[in-house]
């Protein structure tokens, strides 16, 4: 089981309601990978890659709109990591895919915990401040 965590709350609430929808896409690829159900791998990893397009561009969007000086990079880090799913999506058209889908699996969770806690939370206080919260 993957999920989400109270302490990986970056206090907007729409921002953490997409994150946890990441972790929930990441616990339906732990699913498929348990039941080698290589029909939904490649649909669970587009839609991830597709949501995680999406939620960079509402993450930005929102730093952007009230001025957060770390936003250069967010971005930075969002292309990387965008760039990192595509390629593997790409491959996931060739070779072993469940051996794939699960180091898929671990980049994506590793990657995701990781820049919440390094980078998403230190928007939060930011955040906080200019919006009053939630
Ligand atoms: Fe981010």
């Given at each position: 089981m993957v999920s989400w965590k109270e302490?990986?709350?970056?206090?907007?609430s729409e921002l953490d309601e997409q994150h946890k929808s990441l972790f929930g896409l990441l616990d339906k690829l732990s699913a498929a990978i348990e039941q080698k159900d290589k029909l939904s791998l490649g649909y669970i990893v587009t839609s991830l890659e597709l949501y995680v397009v999406f939620h960079f561009t509402s993450e930005e969007h929102l730093l952007a709109k009230y001025g957060y000086p770390g936003l250069a990079k967010q971005e930075q880090e969002h292309g990387v990591f965008k760039a990192r799913v595509a390629r593997y999506k790409a491959e996931m058209s060739k070779g072993d895919k469940i051996a794939l889908a699960g180091e898929i699996r671990q980049y994506l969770h590793d990657w995701l915990v990781g820049h919440i806690i390094d980078q998403d939370k230190k928007y939060s206080a930011f955040m906080i401040e200019k919006r009053g919260g939630g």
């Open positions: 302490e990986y709350s970056v206090g907007v």
